[in-house]
């Protein structure tokens, strides 16, 4: 049973580029979620979204940050016009329909922006 | 207060120590609770959910106490590949899936 699958791994990226990050959940997960964690910093949780539904973005940035999780395909986590600042490993998770509130993680992919 | 805190480590101790974590959390509408441990530039991983009974899972104890708000997990018998960042995570509470990370403690076992 493959686990959360992430890619690309390392993502590097030009200050005004964009960054798409892609997250395929475990088989049998319908949760998504993504977090980001800055160098030296905790991961903090940044949007929820089930198939075609964001479930809560609060912790999304309000502008250049944008989720999806399509009916076919992974959850996409965009980021337009990037900045130095959004340099960083984004961690995706999924979760069962009916768990106890543990996630799962996949690799990451580490963005930096030069 | 930080909504969860953890002890800022770094510990260093030698093989078959016995180490504790210690977290508190501030939301006290939070339901879950959880120890991950996460590799240097790797994924979190989880390790153990943590239970009001408290509960072991081999060489590893996790205690929970809802009324200090304070989760503890105590490693007897400390191996090598102990070595890690242990994450204190809770979920936001009012929402049983955005989870609260701890900045985490490092532990180093030495040979």
């Known amino acids: 049973n493959a686990g959360v699958m992430q890619n690309p791994r390392h993502l590097v990226r030009r200050r005004g580029q964009e960054a798409r990050l892609r997250c395929s959940p475990m088989?049998?997960?319908?949760?998504v979620y993504w977090y980001r964690q800055l160098p030296e910093e905790g991961l903090k949780f940044m949007v929820y979204?089930?198939?075609?539904?964001?479930?809560?973005e609060s912790g999304m940035p309000k502008e250049r940050f944008s989720a999806e999780f399509p009916k076919e395909g992974p959850s996409i986590l965009r980021i337009q016009q990037v900045v130095r600042g959004d340099s960083a490993a984004y961690f995706c998770?999924?979760?069962?329909?009916?768990?106890?509130?543990?996630?799962?993680f996949g690799p990451g992919t580490r963005l930096t922006v030069t | 207060r930080k909504e969860v805190e953890q002890d800022p480590g770094p510990f260093n101790v030698p093989e078959g120590a016995t180490v504790a974590f210690n977290c508190t959390y501030s939301?006290?509408?939070?339901?879950?609770f959880f120890w991950y441990r996460q590799d240097c530039r790797k994924e979190p991983k989880l390790l153990m959910s943590?239970?009001?009974s408290g509960n072991e899972d081999g060489r590893f104890t996790a205690q929970l106490n809802r009324a200090s708000q304070y989760i503890s997990l105590l490693i007897r018998d400390s191996k090598l590949s102990d070595s890690a960042t242990y994450l204190c995570?809770?979920?936001?509470?009012?929402?049983?899936?955005?989870?609260?990370f701890g900045k985490g403690t490092l532990l180093t076992v030495n040979p």
């Open positions: 998770a999924s979760s069962p329909p009916n768990g106890a509130g543990e996630q799962y």
């Open positions: 943590v239970y009001s």
């Open positions: 979204l089930q198939k075609e539904n964001i479930i809560d």
């Open positions: 995570v809770v979920n936001g509470g009012g929402s049983n899936y955005k989870l609260t």
């Open positions: 939301n006290s509408a939070s339901q879950s």
């Open positions: 088989k049998g997960h319908s949760h």
